[in-house]
Nanobody
Framework: QVEFVESGGGLVQPGESLRLSCATS????????MSWYRQTPGKERELVAR????????YYADSVKGRFTISRDNAKSMLYLQMNALKPEDTGAYLC???????WGQGTLVTVSS
């Protein structure tokens, strides 16, 4: 059974940091391009960061470049997102997944507010 469990979100003030984690199971994690997405009410799911398999530099949305870092631990089937210098516009539910993920849970909620 394929599973994705996102964690690490919370309420923080602007300028603070969070580290999100995504625990996965049920598929060949090390053979899949993995991504972080952000979902906010009334908007389409947005690709935030993507990590490739061939050594290419990760992709980051323009809004998070220089502040977020995606990483993975293939041995643990884990995906991470280090989020620094958080801004109110980073608020949303963060979800992870491979390119073929079509079912979505609630993710982990990040709220950036003073």
């Amino acid at each position: 059974q394929v599973e994705f469990v996102e964690s690490g979100g919370g309420l923080v003030q602007p300028g603070e940091s969070l580290r999100l984690s995504c625990a996965t199971s049920g598929f060949a994690f090390d053979n899949n391009v993995m991504s972080w997405y952000r979902q906010t009410p009334g908007k389409e799911r947005e690709l935030v960061a993507r990590m490739f398999l061939d050594g290419s530099p990760p992709y980051y949305a323009d809004s998070v470049k220089g502040r977020f870092t995606i990483s993975r631990d293939n041995a643990k089937s884990m995906l991470y997102l280090q989020m620094n210098a958080l801004k109110p516009e980073d608020t949303g539910a963060y979800l992870c997944g491979p390119l073929w993920r079509t079912f979505w849970g609630q993710g982990t909620l990040v709220t950036v507010s003073s």
